[in-house]
């Protein structure tokens, strides 16, 4: 079971999910941050041994939140792909079939750091690259973290795979990945399968939810969110 809890921030009403998505009621629009599509397809490239699959694992995630919240409208807040050599022809296939599936939804991608090196994608492929500042209402869209821009109350973000180390009772449960807001910069951690994640130091009055992962009786994963407001 993955857990999803309402939150309000900035008077805006938002879902996140412990999937690492983060949904939009109003707007019918579902955010995900640092896709790294066909990461570990560059790695096998420069003959790194690691598994696939990756690529297709963070699809299904994506897709079964977007049928389950009926969303029209999908933002990548940044490096939707990990390097040029990620757009191979299993990686790109997935894509393309992954698209057709979904053609009720308007596909949007917010240029990262990564997504420059990438350049152009293939034309026939709908979707939208824009670059960081674009606003809905007055919600900024960006990959990396910064203050949010005049005439905006918030800005979301990625780029950073955030997570914050976290123990309780004697017991460490190492890093754990995790929403974060400070300052309304409200940074998304990465949904990529093959990514990594970066420690950060919440200050003051910031706020983070973080992912943790538990393993039932039967023998099933409950991915749940912890809320925790820094005093």
């Known amino acids: 079971m993955v857990q999803t809890m309402d939150v309000e921030i900035e008077g805006i009403e938002l879902q996140l999910q412990a999937d ?42 994506i897709e079964t939140r977007l049928r389950e919240t009926q969303a029209n409208q999908l933002i990548i807040l940044g490096d939707m792909f990990h390097a040029r050599s990620s757009l191979s022809p299993k990686v790109c296939g997935l894509l393309k079939s992954f ?21 152009q994608l293939p034309s026939s492929w709908p979707i939208e690259v824009v670059e960081p500042g674009v606003q809905i209402e007055s919600v900024a869209l960006g990959h990396h973290p910064a203050p949010v821009p005049r005439g905006a109350s918030l800005l979301l973000c990625g780029h950073l795979h955030p997570a914050v180390r976290f123990a309780v009772g004697g017991e460490d449960f190492g890093k754990l990945p995790c929403f974060w807001l400070s300052n309304r910069c409200f940074v998304l951690p990465a949904i990529g399968e093959f990514t990594g994640t970066h420690p950060i130091r919440p200050q003051r009055d910031d706020q983070t939810w973080m992912i943790l992962d538990d393993a039932t009786p039967s023998g099933s994963t409950e991915t749940m969110l912890m809320h925790q407001r820094y005093r």
């Open 20 to 61: 690492r998505t983060m949904f939009w009621p109003q707007q019918q629009t579902l955010f995900v941050a640092d896709t790294h599509f066909g990461k570990a397809a560059t790695f096998r490239r420069h003959g790194i041994p690691v598994p696939s699959g990756s690529t297709a694992g963070t699809l299904e995630k």
């Open 99 to 119: 698209f057709a599936r979904h053609e009720h939804v308007q596909f949007t991608l917010v240029r990262g750091n990564h997504d420059a090196q990438v350049g």
